[in-house]
């Protein structure tokens, strides 16, 4: 079975950095290109970043450019979100996720 299993959620005060990871078993991770999405409360899913398979590319939503940094270690089966200068609208589920399969969220609350 595919497991995505995001981790590294938490409550941090505004201003503050967390980073998550995501860590991939079932299938070949190296093959796909790795996403995070988010869900705010009340609100739909939106997209955060992307990055390519080899790591070399990425992309990010308007709303986390120049604060947030996808990164993946395909030794380690493992994707990553640095997340600084947080704000309280970042507080959302953030789910790891490819074409073909989504994992389990992790809470991120940014709150003072």
């Known amino acids: 079975d595919v497991q995505l299993q995001a981790s590294g959620g938490g409550l941090v005060q505004p201003g503050g950095s967390l980073r998550l990871s995501c860590t991939a078993s079932?299938?070949?991770?190296?093959?796909?290109?790795m996403s995070w999405v988010r869900q705010a409360p009340g609100k739909d899913f939106e997209w955060v970043s992307s990055?390519?398979?080899?790591?070399?590319?990425?992309s990010y939503a308007d709303s986390v450019k120049g604060r947030f940094t996808i990164s993946r270690d395909n030794a380690k089966n493992t994707l990553y979100l640095q997340m600084n200068s947080l704000k309280p609208e970042d507080t959302a589920v953030y789910y790891c996720a490819t074409v073909d399969f989504w994992g389990q969220g992790t809470q991120v609350t940014v709150s003072s």
């Open positions: 079932g299938l070949h991770f190296n093959a796909y290109v």
């Open positions: 990055i390519s398979r080899d790591g070399d590319g990425a």
